[in-house]
């Protein structure tokens, strides 16, 4: 069934934007949008601005509108996270380990990489870590690296930008040179 904006009665067009990224659940492209939506690409960009402003400035709500590069998409607020991270680890079974967020930060902050850069870092096997950071769509593979076997490289997803409340990979934490002795260590990297 396609999506249209036919049938929306006297929604304002606010409430059409709401209702269309609630229903789609993931990033949408502001494209899409503006097609669902029947206006230009700067008339939605424009709209989006200004519902963002109104949503994300209303303490009475618990959900903002993110943009992400050429995408939007409705989050839950930073200060809803301690309540949504409880719901979310009863539905899945538990929080991320220790272990996993190291994995996460390694792939974070060198993307892409293989899994075989990540066990040089960590000094072990995480082959299981990075399949279950793969299965709860934090990581994905980012294709064949250019390198002798042609190994597997992982990279963040937009899940993983929503997860941590950020926007873009440049809105990760610095590592105050931490990055560079690690490279360094290994040789130069992938």
């Known amino acids: 069934m396609e999506i249209g904006v036919k049938n ?3 929604l304002s067009l606010f409430a ?10 993931e990033p949408i492209s502001i494209s899409k949008l503006a097609d669902v939506l029947k206006l230009s690409v700067l008339e939605c960009k424009n709209q989006l601005s200004e519902f963002a402003k109104n949503m994300n400035a209303d303490e009475n709500r618990g959900i903002m509108l993110v943009f992400l590069d050429d995408s939007v998409q409705l989050i839950s607020k930073k200060e809803a996270s301690g309540l949504i991270n409880m719901a979310i680890e009863k539905a899945r079974g538990g929080a991320l380990t220790a272990v996993a967020l190291e994995v996460l930060a390694i792939i974070a902050y060198n993307q892409p990489v293989t ?10 096997n995480s082959n299981s870590v990075v399949n279950s950071l793969v299965e709860k769509k934090l990581v994905e593979e980012a294709g064949r ?15 993983f930008l929503r997860s941590f409340g950020l926007s873009d990979l440049s809105q990760l934490p610095p590592l105050d040179g931490l990055q560079e002795e690690i490279i360094m260590a290994e040789g130069g990297g992938e």
């Open 16 to 25: 059409k934007i709401e209702a269309v990224l609630f229903a789609y659940a």
């Open 115 to 124: 899994k075989g850069f990540i066990e040089k870092i960590r000094g072990t």
């Open 145 to 159: 690296l250019d390198i002798p076997g042609k190994p597997i490289g992982y990279k963040t997803t937009k899940t």
């Open 8 to 10: 929306s009665g006297s």
